[in-house]
């Protein structure tokens, strides 16, 4: 935010805390990341080739949870698309399609967490190669696969497809998503984002190898600062909690955001204009570390979600089981307890709620009380609402 824009924001006569709560939310991301300069640079470098009328080599970004690895690829990906026919125009080859000139490659973002079957992840692609709508339904994957295929092989065709999120508990490894788009061509080159670093991968296709590291505080305070200028009053937030903030989130955007949100959805329900310390410290107590990405969770089938946001209202003393937590949210969601139950302990395989061994058990195996891994306060609000669109 520049300065004369920060000015004008002291200027506005808004009335309440939160003028804008998706530019607080942790799960939306800003056109232009704050603090990532660097890696901007590298990534820029690893694309040069497209400049030669080639495409890069296979990638593999990574870095830890909140790094802002999704930030960045999605921004410069929205910066490139709007210059393809620019690019296009300056790129000059020997072997060309038309006179002296390759047409520069389509730049498609997939999110793994949403596209999770073979159909999922070609129509993504196919549908940010080509300008007319690709169908969603009545099309198997072989026929809709075959005509990927056919585009990529013409001559005027290329892209650069980033996968997001490979390798997560409900995404495939990255391993399974090289084999699927190396099996396309030479028309398409990836650039996979992941959290494992390199050296824990049990195998690792030959690529270049971007590292995001986490933020250091001061840069993450400058984010928290920044995001509550835009969505908050003007004098709702002072530098030094926004620094507090970053040096409790150790790096993590993601966790700083959600204690951000949280602080001031709980001054905003107190009818407060300001957010004061005991605000931000029950926001940090309420969300468990590590905690699982909202973004992670509002991506679930809407059934699943309506599970979590019922297991937000359920008394403590009725979670004293799966068992019990699952009868008690059945008959919200119009779903059988069986089906709660199975739902529960996927949620539990995949970090989403943890499953806390009862004190007092003797024998047998012994019950598990739910507790939720996500940050609650922020996920009920962007659940009431339907959830952002996230990228």
């Avoid at 004061?276 to 992670?296: G, M, S, Y």
């Avoid at 209202?313 to 709660?340: C, F």
């Amino acid at each position: 935010m520049d300065l004369d824009t920060r000015i004008t924001r002291r200027q506005r006569d808004d009335t309440g805390l939160v003028i804008d709560d998706e530019a607080i939310s942790p799960v939306a991301h800003v056109a232009e990341p704050i603090g990532r300069g660097p890696v901007f640079e590298t990534l820029l470098d690893y694309l040069d080739p497209v400049l030669d009328g080639d495409l890069p080599p296979d990638a593999y970004v990574w870095g830890p949870t909140g790094a802002g690895k999704s930030a960045v690829v999605t921004a410069l990906f929205a910066h490139l698309r709007p210059r393809r026919s620019r690019l296009g125009s300056i790129v000059h080859t020997a072997t060309h399609d038309g006179p002296g000139r390759r047409s520069a490659p389509s730049f498609v973002y997939v999110d793994a967490r949403a596209a999770t079957t073979d159909f999922g992840l070609y129509h993504t692609v196919l549908d940010g190669i080509v300008e007319e709508s690709v169908p969603t339904q009545g099309v198997r994957t072989e026929t809709l696969l075959d005509q990927l295929r056919e585009t990529l092989a013409s001559p005027s065709c290329r892209a650069v497809v980033a996968v997001d999120h490979v390798g997560e508990s409900e995404t495939d490894a990255l391993s399974a998503f090289a084999e699927r788009l190396d099996g396309l061509g030479d028309a398409l080159a990836w650039l996979a984002i992941g959290r494992t670093p390199p050296a824990d991968l049990e195998s690792l296709p030959p690529t270049k190898r971007i590292e995001v590291p986490a933020y250091d505080t001061g840069t993450l305070a400058d984010i928290v600062t920044s995001r509550a200028m835009s969505g908050l009053d003007a004098h709702a937030l002072t530098y030094q909690q926004s620094r507090a903030i970053a040096a409790w989130a150790n790096g993590n955007a993601h966790d700083a955001l959600a204690a951000l949100f949280a602080a001031a959805d709980r001054a905003n329900e107190c009818g407060r204009s300001r957010i004061d310390d005991e605000d931000i410290a029950h926001a940090r107590e309420a969300i468990q570390r590590p905690c699982v990405p909202l973004a992670q969770v509002l991506t679930l089938a809407p059934n699943r979600q309506r599970v979590l946001s019922a297991l937000l209202d359920v008394d403590a003393g009725d979670r004293s089981s799966v068992e019990d937590t699952a009868a008690a949210i059945a008959g919200d969601v119009d779903l059988s307890a069986g089906t709660v139950k199975r739902y529960l302990y996927e949620f539990a395989d995949d970090g989403i709620v943890d499953r806390v061994r009862t004190d007092g058990s003797t024998s047998g195996r012994p019950p598990s009380r739910v507790e939720p891994r996500f940050p609650t306060r922020v996920f009920r609000r962007l659940h009431e609402r339907g959830g952002p669109d996230t990228v």
